[in-house]
């Protein structure tokens, strides 16, 4: 359903184009947008017209109205993340009104939410995952020997992004090969999320996984194709991060290693990981932040508390 009201609409693609200047990823832009568009239908529901009917009694219901409206998906309840994601577009757009002067209502509440259970690999599950990358297949043919070995030094780089900079995955597959800075050992989140950037540091053996892959594997999957991006697939395009996701499960079935299958690791799952790792070696929570470009400490405080069980 669209929204109905002029204004409202013109409002929804004003707050889109400043998303734009913002740097933000078109992941967030498109989040935002979905939310915005629910909120402003609510409002015209709840016979809302103006912008200077937008006070805290009119808006804090609609807070409610999440909490109780089906998920689309599944047919449940939305689960509280869902809720405060939403929320967080709503307080963007109540910024982006005082952007352009317009008197805004004070920020919606987030709703509590229930720690989750996050799934934790061991420094030796990580290596195991390293090891297991190089496996050999037995292919006759030279060019498929070739890629084979192409593909697992890819893993490798993988493995040296995900887990070794802790990086989202969406930084990831975002990444260009100007992006890698060998020279400082560096590299160059552009876009992250909330369309910040930084520069994460990466230790040697990482970083010799990376060149290796970027000098030799990549040359081979490129296959002479014109793209910059970092992560090359086999046709020589642009990685998703479902193809990525696919090569971690795939390197977790080669591992047979029962312990580390049931965990069920994903991308993410690499990122969680060494920042529970270095909260264990004693990296002040300020840095781990910085490291894995959080816009609050609330968000990296998590950790203290994986760490600690």
Known sequence: MNITNLQFQELETDFIHWLVTL?????????????????LRWLEKCGVTVLEELTNDRVRPFVNHLAHRENRLHGSCLM??????????????????????????DNLEYVEE??????????????????TSYQRHHFVQPETQA??????????????????????KS????????????????????????GNERYVPVTDNNLKYITEYMTDGRIVLIDGNDSDCFFINQFGAPCSDQA???????????????????????????????????????????MIQKFLGHGSLESTQIYTHIAGN
């Open 147 to 168: 890629r084979q070995k192409a593909v697992s030094q890819r893993d490798r780089a993988m493995l040296g992004i995900y887990y070794g900079c802790g990086l989202r």
């Open 114 to 131: 229930r720690c989750r259970q996050r799934s934790i690999l061991t420094i030796h599950e990580i290596n195991i995952l390293y090891e």
């Open 244 to 286: 990525l996701s696919l090569r971690v499960d795939r390197l977790v079935k080669n591992s047979d290693n029962g312990i580390l299958q049931a965990k069920q690791p994903t991308l993410h799952t690499l990122r969680h990981s060494i920042a529970t790792h270095l909260l264990q070696q004693g990296m002040e929570i300020e």
């Open 80 to 105: 509280n993340a869902s809720i405060n994601v939403c929320i967080g577009s709503v307080n963007k757009f109540f910024e982006y009104l005082q952007h352009i002067e317009v008197p805004t209502p």
């Open 171 to 194: 930084e990831g597959t975002n990444l260009k090969t100007g992006d890698i800075i060998i020279e400082r050992k560096l590299v160059h989140v552009r876009k992250g999320k909330g």
């Open 23 to 39: 740097n933000y990823s078109e992941a967030t832009i498109y989040t935002r947008k979905r939310n915005i568009r629910e909120f």
